[in-house]
């Protein structure tokens, strides 16, 4: 399953369609402004709240926080002790799976790996669109939101904090 994301800085207030390969919108990802905290919304076609993504609070490094239905998903930050600054971990819920990210994240060129096997990869050598970039699901048995929702977190913690 192949998604297409048009590349814009994740800010307040930003709000933006997600396509899969026939041009279909899938996904909206939409953006809370005026809060304390950065927050996304993934939504379904029919305005259906699938993914909610923010900013944790207080933490030493920047978090990211996926949450389904009220309910801890994901927690999203930059590898510690990574030479290279484009390696994040996700942990999930359970407290046992993590997927790694790792890649050039500024250059919207990463994977999304568990224990060495690969789940997504996220792209824009495939498009000749600019600005876009695409999420590639490689498994079939893998939550396609979670991924996309993973990417879109990936991203825009790499582009704050190429920013400071």
């Known amino acids: 399953m192949r998604f297409l994301v048009r590349d814009r800085l994740l800010g307040f207030g930003d709000d933006y369609w997600i396509e899969d390969d026939h041009g279909n919108k899938v996904y909206l990802v939409d953006g809370k402004a005026m809060r304390l905290r950065e927050t996304f919304e993934l939504k379904d076609t029919r305005g259906r709240v699938l993914?909610?993504?923010?900013?944790?609070?207080?933490?030493?490094?920047?978090?990211?926080?996926?949450?389904?239905?009220?309910?801890?998903l994901a927690t999203i930050r930059r590898k510690r002790l990574s030479l290279l600054r484009n390696h994040y971990r996700v942990a999930l819920a359970d407290g046992r799976t993590e997927l790694d990210v790792s890649g050039k994240i500024l250059d919207r060129e990463f994977?999304?790996?568990?224990?060495?096997?690969?789940?997504?990869?996220?792209?824009?050598?495939?498009?000749?669109?600019?600005?876009?970039?695409?999420?590639?699901?490689?498994?079939?048995?893998?939550d396609p939101a979670l991924l996309i929702a993973v990417a879109v977190c990936v991203i825009h913690l790499a582009d704050k904090d190429h920013e400071d």
């Open 111 to 142: 994977a999304v790996e568990y224990d060495g096997e690969l789940l997504a990869v996220v792209s824009r050598r495939w498009l000749h669109v600019r600005e876009t970039y695409g999420v590639d699901v490689v498994r079939e048995d893998a």
């Open 51 to 72: 993914i909610d993504i923010h900013q944790k609070m207080f933490a030493l490094r920047d978090t990211m926080v996926i949450e389904r239905a009220g309910e801890p």
